[in-house]
């Protein structure tokens, strides 16, 4: 599975993006999905993830009730919506792939996107 995450960019505070990731090949529906997140000098870490069926999900505290993810089997693609963005989600965000069960550990995950910049300031 390839996977190409686009959507980033420069938002003031309390502002909205969405972001994508398109995913190469035909068992794209069989794999569970997540996003992480990268901010300079700091780990890699979970945000939300989606089962595969798209039934299930779930999200770190610090992003509950202000993202949103979602995928489109049929267009081979996830989202992830973020409303109210603060300054501290100013990061890399990748999307990655798990064959796994539904997990928030970044060695769970099998397939990783290149990353899209997200930059919360005024």
């Known amino acids: 599975v390839q996977l190409q995450a686009s959507g980033g960019g420069l938002v003031q505070p309390g502002g909205s993006l969405r972001l994508s990731c398109a995913a190469s090949?035909?068992?794209?529906?069989?794999?569970?999905m997540g996003w992480f997140r990268q901010a300079p000098g700091k780990e890699r870490e979970f945000v939300a993830a989606?089962?595969?069926?798209?039934?299930?999900?779930y999200y770190v505290d610090s992003v509950k009730g202000r993202f949103t993810i979602s995928r489109d089997n049929a267009k081979n693609t996830v989202y992830l919506q973020m409303n109210s963005l603060k300054p501290e989600d100013t990061a890399i965000y990748y999307c990655?792939?798990?064959?796994?069960?539904?997990?928030?550990?970044?060695?769970?995950?099998?397939?990783w996107g290149q990353g899209t910049q997200v930059t919360v300031s005024s």
């Open positions: 990655a792939a798990s064959s796994r069960r539904l997990g928030s550990i970044v060695d769970e995950y099998d397939y």
């Open positions: 090949g035909r068992t794209f529906s069989s794999y569970n």
């Open positions: 989606i089962s595969w069926s798209g039934r299930g999900s």
